[in-house]
Each structure stands twice: as C-alpha cells, then as structure tokens.
C-alpha cells in the first residue's frame, strides 16, 4: 500500500457520503421578523448532481439580512428605478426576500445548472411571486394561480429566471441583462472560476458605464479559502475594478454557523 491509498480512500468515503442522500429533496422554512415564512425546496446533500447550488448557503443568509437592513438600496423611487442582476442565485433564497421585502422594479435571478434553475422556479412559485410568462411553462403557470393569494394592491417586481454560464456570456445577453445591481453569494469557492467570474462582471460594468448607466456590485462571500479569495480581488484590481468592504448586518435573523468569516464587498468600475 502507498502513501497516497488512505487519504484517496478517506476522499472516497466523504465521497459516498456527500452523494449517499443525492436524490432526496427537503423542504426548510426561513422565518422573517415579520413572521412571514420563506420556504425552500432544497436538496439534503450538501453536493448534488454535479453542483452545489441546491442547498442554502451561509453566504446568502448573511447578504438577506443585510439586504433587509438596507432595503433603499434596492427600492424604486420616483427618480430612479432599481434593477437587480443576481449570478448564482443557487436555491434563490437573497432573491426571494428581496422581492418580497424590498421594492425593485425588475429582479432577474440567474444560474447555469438545469437542475438548480428547475428548482428556483418552483421555490419562486411557492413563496408567492409571479415569473415573467415568457420564462414559465404551462405546468409553472398553473402552479403559480394556484398557489397566488396576494393582494392586488402590492406591487411585486417583474421577476425572470435566465441560464447564464459565466465562461460562455455574450455581448447580446450583457445587452438583455443590463442592470442597476449586480449581486452575488458564496460564489468564490473555486479558483478556477475566479477569472471567469470576473469577466463577467468587467463586462457588465464597462458595458452599463458605456450607456452612462451606472451599476453597482455587492458580492457577499464565506471564506473558507483565503488564497482563493485574494487572489479574486487580486483579478479585480488587475482589470481596474474597484472593491471596498461594507459593514455587514447588525442583526442576526437566521441561525447559521458564524464561526466562519463573511465578508460583503461593493464592487465598481474606477474612472
């Protein structure tokens, strides 16, 4: 037996683990301090299908919090309006509060996996906001009228789900896609999709800056991997990205580990 055999084996046996639950879905229930209910369709593996964006992560807890702090961030007015990009909204949990608690006028939640934008559409569903009707299908809609129980008085904002592979985006979805906001969480995890994850945002951000349209980036981050995260911003600063820490949420309202660092970031294209 070599050296190598125990550490590949305890990688295979974490392996079966992590795969053993694959196909088994739960439901959780995120609580507001209004009392409302988020309820999420979430798989029990912490990796399924290729991809980890069918569980919740911390990340994105954190970011709800802080985004329910400062909910004029994301507010229409009578002098602007407020557009939201998210990339990588995984189980859609930020997105979703967002919609339900803020007042932005468009929120365009997007994910690269087949899997995990099936099941965003349905955990959009079921918190009770309606899909933009050219990204549902008939099965979608019906789910939608059944379950729709709001009053015609709130106003909910156009909402649309998108596939969107950061290695492979195009002028013309830069284009469909221009947004006030781009948000992001728990995205930095692999280097080697660091640099394309940065593309992305130089793309939109010297796109919206071309149209005189000013666009602002808030990523919130777990960093579990402190060279993977530098080096993010290393690439950041390298295509003139500009990057500050924010001061994140001062109250907790979900229960998550906070061992861990969370850092929230707002990103800019400099001048």
Same mark, same amino acid.
């Given at each position: 037996? %070599? ?7 305890? /990688? ?42 069918? #569980? ?39 997105? &979703? ?8 006028? @468009? ?5 690269? $996996?087949?899997? !995990?934008?099936? @099941? ?14 050219? *990204? ?18 709130? @106003?909910?904002?156009?909402?649309? #789900? ?6 492979? !985006? %195009?002028?013309? @979805? ?8 781009? &948000? ?31 666009? !602002?980036? /808030? ?8 060279? *993977? ?9 390298? !295509? ?12 907790? #309202? ?13 990103? /800019? $294209?400099? *001048?």
């Amino acid at each position: 037996m %070599t050296r190598t055999e125990p550490l590949d084996d305890l /990688y295979d046996a974490l392996g079966e683990v992590l795969r053993s639950e694959e196909l088994e879905m739960c439901h959780k229930n995120y609580f507001l301090l209004s009392g409302e209910n988020i309820r999420l369709g979430e798989n029990v593996a912490i990796i399924s299908e290729g991809t980890t964006g069918l #569980v919740t992560w911390e990340a994105a807890l954190f970011f709800a919090e802080w985004a329910m702090e400062n909910s004029e961030v994301f507010n229409c007015s009578f002098l602007c309006t407020r557009s939201i990009l998210e990339l990588g909204s995984g189980t859609g949990l930020a997105g &979703i509060i967002i919609c339900k608690t803020c007042a932005p006028k @468009q929120y365009i939640f997007s994910d690269c $996996h087949p899997s !995990v934008l099936q @099941q965003l559409r349905k955990n959009i569903l079921n918190n009770d906001l309606q899909l933009n009707s050219d *990204t549902w299908n008939l099965k979608d809609r019906e789910t939608e009228l059944k379950n729709k129980n709001l009053s015609e008085e709130i @106003q909910r904002p156009k909402i649309t #789900v998108v596939g969107l592979e950061w290695s492979e !985006v %195009t002028q013309e @979805q830069v284009a469909e896609l221009q947004s006030d906001i781009i &948000i992001a969480t728990d995205v930095i995890y692999d280097p080697e999709v660091v640099l394309c994850l940065v593309s992305v945002l130089e793309k939109f951000l010297i796109s919206n800056e071309k149209k005189e349209r000013c666009s !602002v980036v /808030y990523l919130a981050s777990t960093i579990r991997n402190p060279e *993977t995260y530098h080096r993010f911003k290393m690439e950041l600063d390298g !295509v003139g990205i500009g990057h500050q820490v924010i001061t994140g949420p001062t109250s907790k #309202v979900f229960p998550y580990n906070g061992s861990t660092k969370i850092e929230l970031l707002k990103i /800019y $294209h400099e *001048t």
